[in-house]
């Protein structure tokens, strides 16, 4: 008699981030154009020579619209960027974490819909040979 018995276990992880999120924060700038805006960044219109500027200092990079107004899209001097504003931290912003503090980049990001999942499973095989 032959007995061989293979066993193989397979573990899957999945990591789902969602990036949807609420808050009473809103940007101060609204733009009606209809034109694409232009992105200044660190004080020069990407592509060009032609000086920009964002309406926050620590703003360094922001889309600029015909109508003159910007929409700040990334902070610089170790802020959080979070809905067209820079921040000190995100401390106080429902369901949102800080990423790690950079010069340039921070950003405040959603828990919401932040889950892990494990799944196992295990498969027995029992072969027997009588002869």
Known sequence: TTTSTTTTATTTRALDISTSSTSSFTSSTTSSSTAPPE???FNFISGTNQQCTCDSTDCIRCEVFDDGTTTCTSCGSFKFFYQGQCLDSCDGIANHTSSQQTFAGSRCISTTGLSTSTS????????????
Not at 121 to 126: K, P, Q
């Open 39 to 41: 992105v200044c960044f």
């Open 120 to 131: 196992a499973s295990v498969t027995t095989t029992t072969t027997s040979t009588t002869t």
